[in-house]
């Protein structure tokens, strides 16, 4: 007997609060590509991720205290989430989050805020409450102009099957990612002992992964270089894959951070300049190798290049190498013949030594 994928249809009750008085407004997911009809029906658990949460008669932040829920403990939703949010400040994160209605092991009923809870089930209907949540989330916390860019990003994403097209939605990505960070900046802190889950930021756009940064006090979203090596294997065209090969040499263990591998961190906030090692060459001969193709990433790379010559250049930088070895390096780039360095970069160098 063929095994056959059927859609399933699951009612959310979307409900507005008015006093201890809700109506219900109605609104369908389907669900795709459910195993048995069954799973469409599993129970949805809820697990309680704070370590004592309030669940209230209705879905407002003023409404009585039904129960106190500790760590941990699993509750089974019961189809709905509020349409109303409520803006709270948890483990130093400003979220505007709806609210769900659950029941706990021994049966009392209650509304519990989205983001004390975790979606602790992974059947298909989970999956669905999970992406709503997200999206609701991501709606309350960031705004609805960003939210369509990441929508626009991600279908730029799934259609780029070019090095032309990978290129503009990297572009674009990046100028997505610079917002969403400003508003992490005003919206999320936290104590570093304490934080709080930002998993969620991590489905929001693909290539990109949250790490605490500032001695773990803030968030910030850093590019994944595996996730885009992955991608641009599936494009035609190998600007993009030389594009992330660089990166990766720029990134060794193939995650963007605050210090590329030409610099040595020594502190969150200070590095010093490991000029004279080569690293600084063998960047730029990859840069040269792309720029000379009339890549597609050609801003991008001029960009990188300046950096790299700032670098060099920058006479207050702290540098690991005894001058000997830094000039060696400097003349070692001069007679590369890079087309990429300007006239200006190599009167730059050259006045070094």
Known sequence: ?????????????????????????????????????????????????LNTVNMR?????????????????????????????????????????????VKTNEGKTGWIYAATASVDSTNN?????????????????????????????????????????????????LGLRDKMVQVLRKKASTDSQNPADMSWLDSLLPGYKHARVAEGTAYYLFAD??????????????????????????????????????????????????LGRGIHKKILDKLDALNASSSPFSEILNSLKHEIIQDITNTRNNFSEPVNKRKEEIRSILNAGYSILSDKDKKALENLL
């Not at 932040?61 to 941990?72: E, F, M, Q």
């Not at 209907?125 to 960031?142: D, E, H, I, T, W």
């Not at 705004?143 to 860019?149: D, F, L, N, W």
């Open 1 to 49: 007997m063929k095994k056959g994928f059927f859609i399933f249809v699951i009612t959310l009750m979307f409900v507005t609060a008015c006093g201890d008085t809700d109506q219900p407004e109605v609104k369908t997911i389907k669900i795709t590509n459910a195993s048995s009809a069954n799973d469409a029906d599993a129970p949805v658990v809820i697990k309680i991720i």
């Open 125 to 173: 209907p989970s999956k669905s409450l999970q992406q709503l949540l997200v999206r609701r989330r991501a709606q309350g916390f960031f705004g609805a102009e960003i939210v369509t860019a990441m929508d626009n990003y991600r279908a730029a994403y799934v259609q780029a099957n070019t090095s032309d097209k990978f290129a503009n939605m990297y572009i674009y990505g």
């Open 57 to 101: 008669k209705s879905p407002n932040i003023s409404s009585p205290v039904v129960a106190k829920l500790p760590a941990n403990s699993k509750l089974e939703w019961l189809g709905q989430v509020s349409k109303v949010t409520a803006p709270i400040k948890l483990r130093g994160v400003r979220y505007n989050d709806p609210w769900l209605y």
């Open 225 to 274: 270089y595996q996730q885009w090596a992955a991608k641009a294997r599936q494009t035609s065209g190998v600007e993009d894959d030389q594009f992330i090969e660089l990166y990766q040499a720029i990134f060794p263990d193939a995650q963007e951070g605050f210090f590329p591998a030409w610099m040595e961190q020594i502190s969150d906030y200070g590095a010093r300049s490991l």
